[in-house]
Every structure is written in C-alpha cells, then in structure tokens.
C-alpha cells in the first residue's frame, strides 16, 4: 500500500514517452505541472523500470509495454496514459490490483484510421504498391489487369467498433457492400450488413479489414486456415494490431498470389524508433503496403490526443475525477474548495467500506461530501473533510485491511 499527500505540484514527476504531442506538455503547464520529462522513443524494459520507479504520472503511445514486473516497481505512480486508443501494452489487470488508474484517448485517432484505410482499399485494389515499386526500379507496368474500381466490392469489416463503423460509412460513400462480423450484435451503419461468422465474411468479401483490439481471442485470429478461406484475389489490410495476423502464412498467401495484396500498419514485432530497423517477412513483397503504425499519427489526431489525455491526468491529479478511465470506477466529482479531499482506493471485497467509515465516526471526524463508486475489483471512495482533520484520517484509512492506494488532495 502506499499512501501519498498531494505534492506541490513542481514536484509531481511526469514521464512522458514515444513522442507524444508537444499539446499535452502545453496542457499540463497550463495546469501547473511544468516537472516533465519528454522521451521521443519507448524504452527498453531495465530503463523504463527504473525510470518508472521515480515518477507519479507516465505517458506511453502503443510502443511501451507496462507489464506487471513494471508497474510493480512503480512504487508512487497514481496514473497511466496512454495517449492513444488501445490499451493492451498495459497490464490492466496489475494496474487495477495495484491501484494505478488507466486513461486512454477512445475516439481521436478513429477518423484518421478510417481514412488510411479507405485510401489503401483503392489502392490495393488498383496494384498501386507493386506499380509504384516498378517505377522507383525504372519499370512501367502500365496494364488494366488486377486492377479495379472500389464500386461495387464487397467490403468485409472484423470488428464494428469506433473505427470499423467508420470505416463502412466512408466505404459506403464509395459505393462498396459492406458486410462485417463483430461478437457482439451491432446497428449497422447505413446498408451495412451484420455476418453471423467470420468463416462466411472471409468467403465474401473481395477486401477484409481487421479492426479489433488486441485481446486472447484476437491473437492471431488470421491464422492460416483463414486466410485460405479468403477469395482467391482478395485483399488484407490490418491497422489493428500485428498480433492478430499470422504474418507467415500472409507472406506465403501474397508470395503464392492467392491474395493479391495487402496493405499493414501494425506488425508482431515494431522498431522501438524511428533509428531502429524495421524486419519483416512481408519486406521485398511488392504487393504489400507497409506503413509504420502510423494509422492514428495525423497532425489533428495527435494534437487532439495529447490534450485530451493530458487533460484526463489533469484531472485526475487535482480533483480525483475518473471519468472514461479504462480500468477505474468512473466518478465525475465537484470542486473540493475548502476542504482537503481523501482518495481511497481498496479491493472491492466485504467490510471495507464500514472499516471507512468506522474511523470518521471513532474519530469524531465530520465528512463534508462522499462519493463512492465501485467496480468488479475496484472500490473508489472520496471523502471531503475539514482540512485540520485530513492526515489524521489518511493515516487510519492506509491501514485499513484492503487498501490499494490512499491519498488526499489539498
Ligand atoms: N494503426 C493504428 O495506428 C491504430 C490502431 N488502433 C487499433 O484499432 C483497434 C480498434 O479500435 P476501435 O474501433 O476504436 O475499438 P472499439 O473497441 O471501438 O471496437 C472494437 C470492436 O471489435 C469487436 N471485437 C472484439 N473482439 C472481437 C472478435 N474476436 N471478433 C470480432 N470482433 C471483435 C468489439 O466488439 C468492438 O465492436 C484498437 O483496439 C487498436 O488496437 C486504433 C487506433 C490507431
Ligand atoms: O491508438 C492506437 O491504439 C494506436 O495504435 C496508435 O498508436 P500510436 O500512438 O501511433 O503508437
């Protein structure tokens, strides 16, 4: 357990990594946190673990992988950001044991993803990689053959979330059938078609486009039985994560020309930056589209993240307020002026709530405002008392059996 006073906050230590956006250390100095470190790459495991060791808050894109072993000589981190939408390089389920809050960015990077992909659906389809390869070489494949127009194909869609749905509106707008396939039932979008099985979608669809997190069920759900249940021709773009295609078997299936293209973003294995190389099977395959996980990297979408993550850590810091944490119970709170503010943080097992409130009563301390909120793990407990009786009450709640994390705000 540790407990923790609020610090001044030049002396809340801030890790910022991968680059994020230069607006999420302006929003932070807007706020009065100025004590920032910027590291424009990820970092390997020994130095992240003792960086990890000194700060209160970090900010990570999909690079930096925070597992237990991290996070657990994580001794004063309060939160995590990761300034981006997936979450799986977080060990959540540590996080949340450990009592480290989780913010994400849900939606500001959906747009530019859907456009990346709209963009390599017309230009897989055309063959433009493998053209544009021949010219760079000083070839000329001028030929209609393998090409086609985006009008009129069935697009197949894994995954209809944030990005998925978006992706059929836009591809909709080009005149193409959209079928897609997602475990959970969803409104389709527009003329859009739920398919019961992934099987019956591969058999479908003259362009497949994964966009599920990554997850145990999603490792590798492009194995090589599905992509030889794909048509014969079709096409594989993946901007979700690599570990869901098999990349093997895809660079066997575009090598043997049962695809006849693909277009990646994300891979198994990615450089930690840019001075690193890049290794993969699908290099040299001409008809491969390869870009560097860079589906959500536009201008607007990193600007938008980086204040919006920014803003949550903020937050979070000052106030106590989770809203649209990831891991967290979500507790929207008022302004505490004039009160000092106990956060505690506990397992959501039986008994710990009355031992809470057991030590205001015992110690006849008067509770201004609480707010409660819990939940499968979780307990989130806020408190406003007078500020005179605030280090008495945070020294009996850290020790009360169940306690993650105890801090109090003044
Ligand atoms: N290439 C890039 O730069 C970016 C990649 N991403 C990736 O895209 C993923 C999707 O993002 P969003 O659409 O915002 O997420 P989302 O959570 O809104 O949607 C994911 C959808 O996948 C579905 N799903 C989960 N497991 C499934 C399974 N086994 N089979 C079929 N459907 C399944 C869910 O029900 C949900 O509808 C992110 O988790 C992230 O990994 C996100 C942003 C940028
Ligand atoms: O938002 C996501 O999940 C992404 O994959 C984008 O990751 P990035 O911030 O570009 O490392």
Redesign the pocket.
Known sequence: MTPQTSLQKDKIRILLL?GVHQSAVDLLASRGYTNVEYLKTSLPEDQLIEKISNVHFIGI???TQLTRKVLESARKLVAIGC????TNQVDLKAATELGIAVFNAPYS?TRSVAELIIAETILTLRGIPAKNTACHRGGWMKSAAGAFEARGKTLGIIGYGAIGSQVSVLAEALGMRVIFYDVVTKLPLGNAVQISSLDELLGEADVVSLHVPELPSTKMMMGPKQIARMKPGAILLNASRGTVVDIEALAEALKSGHLAGAAID?FPVEPRSNDDEFVSPLRGIDNALLTP?????TMEAQENIGIEVAEKLAYYSDNGTTTSSVNFPEVALPGHVGAHRLLHIHRNVPGVLSAINQVFSENNINISAQFLQTNETLGYVVIDVDAEYSDLALEKLKNIPGTLRCRVLF
Request: glycine share 20%; hydrophobic share 25%; net charge positive.
């Open positions: 991968e894109r999909s690079r300034f981006c939408i997936g990077n994300v996980h860079i589906g959500g990297s």
